[in-house]
């Protein structure tokens, strides 16, 4: 059920943070595929945070001071357009099912911003976002400048307003960790089903196929991004797609996938054997990497900094690559000089939300961030050995990533994701099952 009071709340939150200006914010344009055909639309997640509304070719204002308000351009009722493209709110519906101050038609919109531009000391919009977008923005500032003898004055402070939506999106409210909670159980059990279905002889796209059809029977009709569905030494690719290679015995099949649902997104990484089997060396880097990411859990806490996931994961991984003869030296030698960067080049973890690698900043001046309740963020540690002359045979082409949905609690914190088979005798009794 949409409540337009949510919406206003945030638009609420934004216009007092503004406290004098207007703020102009534009949903996402429409893209073309080929041809006459465009991709599947999706709305700028700032825009929809905002407002809940779905359409192209609109735009959000919001004006703050003293009397503010909220108002909404959006494309006006067209009942020949409608027989092809689908229904439309138009302005008025618009107005009255969003609980905007007032609407108008798309095509006004130059001619009211210069309007409502004016005396306005401060204009928010996506700074450099998009250049045409700052062109329009500046050619109407400059219109409104040209009323200066009538004595009307142009905003005389450009300021990006992602600044301020960033830090609201990063803490998510109820409403929206119930959605991120569905979203990672529809997700979860697109990973069960990939598990059960694989087989020696299937492609990676038969397996991604397995996902796609799991997210949309449960109502999340897209991928939160492309899938990653890689194989034996394409699992030490990071950000393989092609997802075309036959799987083989023996092999380890790393899956990175996740749903989106209505507007915000999962993000899920498992890696398990083709033939449901871990072999000695896979099972051996395999445990490591999952020591590692259950202490980066463990370390993702309110008043933790945004650091302490990673570096608990670190210390796991250096250790293990020791273990393994990949490195040489202490934990604190192997850490200093960076050596665990040959098998471990990333990051252990990202903000979640309506983008996959959401919005938010990690550093609060020159320290890392405190995790605060609200916050969610993924965490997932790996190891990529690609073949050399200086690692044992054993190790070769193997590539392992285990990724979780985390919030974060007054407490400590919930995994949104751990249904997810995830220890070696989980993910093989699953498979054995099948």
Known sequence: MFDPDIYAQRRARLLHQMQQGIAIIPNAPEQRRNGDADYAYRFDSSFYYLSGFCEPESVLVLIAGASPLSILFCREKNMDREIWD????????AQEQFGFDAAYP??????KLIELMGNQPTLFYPLGANALWDQRMLKLRDAVQEKVRSGVRAPNELRDVRALLGEMRLFKDTHEIAILRRAAAISTCAHKRAMQFTRIGHFEYEVEAELLHEFCRHGARDPAYTSIVAGGANACVLHYVDNNAKLQDGDLLLIDAGCELEGYASDIT???PVNGRFLGAQKEVYEIVLAAQIAAISAAAPGNNWEAPHNAALRILAQGFIDLKLCRGTVDSVLEDGGYKKYYMHRTGHWLGMDVHDVGDYKTGDQWRSLQPGMVLTVEPGCYIRP???????????GIRIEDDVVITGTGNEV???AAPKTVAAIEEIMCKA
């Open 270 to 272: 498992r890696t398990y």
């Open 388 to 398: 050399a002359d200086d690692v044992p045979l054993a190790l070769w082409n193997i």
């Open 106 to 111: 798309i095509a006004r919109l130059d001619e």
């Open 416 to 418: 949104l994701t751990e």
């Open 86 to 93: 689908g229904y439309r709110y138009g302005p008025d519906a």
